[in-house]
């Protein structure tokens, strides 16, 4: 399975972006998904998780109530809406795949996740 995000960008803080991850290959899988980040000489971190169903999710607390992930199957892309950005959230981002979780779970950790895109830079400026 390969995915792509796009989306990235610079934007100042207060802003907005939205960030797309469109998946190919073998999608006739169940997938659950998920967003994780990177900033430069950190780990990465767990940001937003989807089961493949949509009906449950789940945030870092970093992100609660200011992030939403959702997913739309029928075209095999993956949204992470992103609000009211601060310069901590600055990061490359990438999104995540796995078959392991059924319709309606996911995983939170980074290790839970087999297939990973290349990731997309979000920079967000004071």
């Known amino acids: 399975m390969q995915l792509v995000e796009s989306g990235g960008g610079w934007v100042q803080a207060g802003g907005s972006l939205r960030l797309s991850c469109t998946g190919s290959g073998r999608t006739s899988c169940i997938y659950t998904t998920a967003w994780v980040r990177q900033n430069s000489g950190k780990e990465r971190e767990f940001v937003a998780a989807v089961s493949w169903s949509g009906g449950a999710t789940d945030y870092g607390d970093s992100v609660k109530g200011r992030f939403t992930i959702s997913r739309e199957n029928a075209k095999n892309i993956m949204y992470l809406e992103m609000n009211n950005l601060t310069p901590e959230d600055t990061a490359v981002y990438y999104c995540?795949?796995?078959?392991?979780?059924?319709?309606?779970?996911?995983?939170?950790?980074?290790?839970?996740?087999?297939?990973w895109g290349q990731g997309t830079q979000v920079t967000v400026s004071s």
């Open positions: 995540a795949a796995d078959p392991g979780f059924g319709m309606e779970w996911y995983g939170t950790q980074t290790y839970d996740y087999r297939y």
